[in-house]
């Protein structure tokens, strides 16, 4: 999603919003479906552009749970040496697609599996939003010397989405994925943390379409959401939308830059 203006609003029915949603593809990484109908904030540090800075100087790179390969077909440049993995197969397909034109090789590779690599293959590792970071493997690959540069989402993300749908969250759930906890576990793996920045940024969901698609592209924010399973619940918020605005949410993003040592 982007923070472009939203044009004037033409007033839908809820199931054709929702029809719509549900029939648009949510393979890869890209956000372009949301134009007009939902906006989001970007974190200040601009990760495109600080990735394309880093791939550039780089000599072999590795980008993990790369989605659709967006992002890191979008640099400008690409090491001698690309690597990117990703474990959903509509996924893998996609990547493949963007990125074998650009000389880089995706490997299919489960999320929580080990890092097929040898030790100290790569002298940069990256990863936008990440759904684990398995920080001993990356630690493992990078050489000394290298950088794990990573964009990821910070505690209690949308959690106003979350909580309209699953009801209040614990204390422990609404805490996790805490900067403070990556710090902590690299640092176990034997990194040094030399950069780590935290944002919440506001979200805007202008129609009831724009929250059924992101909760089916984004599907850990509500497991297993169905729209006949919250049917009465997506009515109501179509409804808040309509007579009030937009439904307001706030993502959370954290920046974190680590270096294996040379000793």
Same mark, same amino acid.
């Given at each position: ?59 072999? @790179? ?6 659709? =390969?967006? &992002?890191?077909? %979008?640099? *400008?440049?690409?090491? $001698? /040496?690309?690597? !990117? ?9 996609? @990547? ?6 650009? =000389?880089? &090789?995706?490997? %299919?590779? *489960?999320?929580?599996? $080990? /890092?097929?690599? !040898? ?24 050489? *000394? ?119």
């Amino acid at each position: 999603m982007t923070a472009a203006p939203r044009p004037p609003r033409t007033p839908r029915s809820f199931e054709d919003l929702v029809a719509q949603a549900e029939a648009a593809s949510v393979d890869g990484w890209d956000f372009s479906w949301f134009e007009g109908r939902a906006t989001e904030e970007r974190p200040s540090w601009g990760y495109a552009r600080s990735m394309g800075e880093r791939l550039a100087r780089a000599s072999a @790179a590795l980008d993990i749970q790369t989605g659709g =390969g967006e &992002v890191l077909a %979008a640099a *400008p440049t690409l090491p $001698p /040496l690309t690597v !990117a993995t990703e474990g959903w197969p509509p996924n893998v397909a996609r @990547a493949t697609a963007l990125l074998h034109p650009r =000389g880089a &090789v995706v490997v %299919a590779s *489960p999320e929580d599996a $080990p /890092l097929p690599f !040898a030790d100290e293959a790569f002298d940069l590792v990256t990863s936008r939003h990440p759904v684990r970071t398995y920080w001993d493997e990356i630690a493992r690959v990078l050489r *000394p010397g290298g950088t794990y540069f990573s964009q990821q989402v910070g505690p209690a993300s949308v959690f106003e989405v979350v909580e309209y749908f699953l009801g209040p969250q614990p204390e422990e759930v609404r805490k996790g994925r805490h900067p403070d906890s990556a710090r902590a576990a690299a640092e176990a793996a034997g990194l040094d943390v030399v950069d780590l920045r935290a944002e919440r940024l506001r979200m805007e969901f202008y129609d009831i379409g724009a929250v059924v698609h992101f909760l089916r592209k984004v599907i850990w924010m509500v497991p297993g959401f169905t729209v006949d399973q919250y049917r009465p619940q997506l009515r109501a918020l179509h409804e808040q939308i309509e007579t009030k605005g937009p439904f307001v949410a706030h993502s959370a993003r954290f920046l974190i830059e680590a270096r294996k040592p040379r000793a």
